[in-house]
Each structure stands twice: as C-alpha cells, then as structure tokens.
C-alpha cells in the first residue's frame, strides 16, 4: 500500500511540469487524483494535456480523474470541488499550484497582466480553499498546500504584481491555519530555493537547465507535507530545503537536473540571489 492510499487529492495546474509531478506521485502513493487544468486540447507551445497525464497515471496503475478547469472562474472552482466530492467521496488534499508569471516594472505591467497573476494565483487559490474546506471537514480533516513564499521584504524589484500575487497566497496559509485548526485542517505554502524546471522556466528563459532543479525537489516536500512526515507547524510557509531537512533529508545532489552542477541559490534573503539578478 501506498502513503497515499484511499485518500483524494486535487491538483490545479495539473497538466505539465510541477502540477503533473504531483499528481503522478499521488496516484503512485495510492490517492485518487483529481486533475485540474485548462488546457484539454494540444498547444504547439505548451506541451501536454489533462488526459495525456490521465493516461500516464492509468498506465502506471494509479486512478485519475479528469476536470477541466479555469481557475480564474469561481463556477468551475465549485464544480470542481463538489463533483469530486460526490464522485469520489471527499477531499483529502488540495495543491493549489496552478499559477502565472508575469515580471516587469510597474510601469510596463498592463491591467490585464496584474488582473491575470491576482486571479491565477492569489484569488484562484483563495476560492479553492473556500469551496474544499467544508468536503474536507466531513472528511475530518484534509491539507492544503500553497506554492508560494516566505513573506520577505526587499525582493519585489521587477516584479511588483507577481509577487504581490504570491506573497498574498502566502498571508492566506497563515490565516486560514489559525482559522481551520480545529477542524483538523493543516495548510502550508512551499516554495524552492532555486529554480526548478518546468514549462515556465523554460518558457520565460529563467537560465538553464544547470541553474535548475527537478520537479522532485518540490515534490517530496509536498508529499510529506500531507503525509505529516513533514515535521513542520501548519501555517508556516517554508523553502522546499526546510521541509526536506525535516523528514531527514540533508543531501540535495540528488535533485540537481545536472549532476555536479553549482546550482545557484535562489533564498529571498541572500543578496547574490538568483531571484534578484534574474
């Protein structure tokens, strides 16, 4: 049996990169993952689709279930959370890891593009929440993870909207702990300490594939997150090194995508960081 086994997860941004990572790893644990995307037809530019990663998770023996949705309307938010709950019996774990980048100065940042990382990120994962915790108290309790950052100052320069998006996912971890604690509801964020690839690093150009890590490196975090192996207190938000040295884990070579490479460290607080530089 796996860690896994018997529980429900949804997964937003599910069809490529660090949101398909997830899922595989759930299904391979055993839980029966919901699938959460937009994208449900091929894209020459976005490689992958709900039902390719669908397909990949059967094939390997897991049980998935697809449910197309944009995140940034509330009605397929409720869908998404009250079909999986009459279908599949409950929520057991929301990741709330779909997301936008947009980074520019304020003076080049677009209404739409703000609107765009305030509905994908903060908004999206907020509504999320709301519609998840009533099927996850049924249940007795659930976890909610958030992809985003320890709340740091100094780090905004560039990229004003994104991490105004981001920061606020993080104030809604702390909040919403203090608030569900009772019920038996765990809600963390976690965030890398470097980039980790997927389509976005690609996509924007945020170095190479030597500056990053594997999709694994956020991964394991997440999992021992909801596993509880994770010794870390709920509504904390914390680097995905943190998390990993919590459940014993003290070596990270393993998760370089180039084995031996020096991977640049990318903590809000350092002040050669890659996040500053980029």
């Known amino acids: 049996m796996g860690k896994l086994e018997g529980k429900i997860a949804i997964v937003t941004g599910a069809s490529r990169g660090i949101g398909k990572a997830i899922a595989l790893r759930f299904a391979k644990e055993g839980a029966k993952v919901v699938l959460a995307s937009k994208t449900t037809e091929p894209n020459p530019k976005l490689p992958g689709t709900l039902d390719d990663v669908r397909k990949e998770i059967e094939a390997a023996g897991g049980k998935a279930y697809v449910q197309p949705t944009d995140v940034r309307e509330e009605d397929q938010i409720i869908a998404l959370a009250e079909r999986t709950a009459k279908e599949l019996g409950g929520i057991d774990f929301l990741i709330n890891n779909a997301g936008a980048l947009f980074w520019s100065n304020v003076e080049s940042t677009p209404s739409k593009r703000f609107d765009l990382v305030m509905d994908v990120n903060v908004r999206a994962s907020f509504l999320c929440a709301s519609h998840c915790i009533p099927h996850m108290k049924k249940r007795g309790g ?137």
Not at 186 to 203: D, F, H, N
Not at 264 to 275: C, G, H, L
């Open 142 to 278: 659930g976890v909610i993870v958030n992809m985003s950052p320890p709340v740091t100052p100094g780090v905004t320069k560039g990229r004003v909207a994104y991490m105004i998006s981001k920061f606020g996912m993080s104030l809604l971890t702390e909040g919403l702990a203090a608030e569900v604690e009772g019920d038996k509801i765990r809600v963390y964020s976690v965030w890398p300490v470097t980039m980790v690839e997927s389509q976005a690093t690609i996509g924007h150009h945020l170095g190479e594939r030597s500056m990053w890590r594997k999709p694994e490196v956020i991964v394991d975090p997440t999992l021992g997150l909801c596993t509880g192996e994770a010794k870390v207190k709920s509504g904390g938000c914390y680097y995905d090194e943190e998390v990993l040295e919590s459940m014993g884990i003290k070596n990270f070579d393993p998760y370089a995508c180039v084995p031996g490479s020096d991977i640049p460290r990318a903590r809000f607080d350092d002040p050669n960081s890659y996040w500053r530089t980029s």
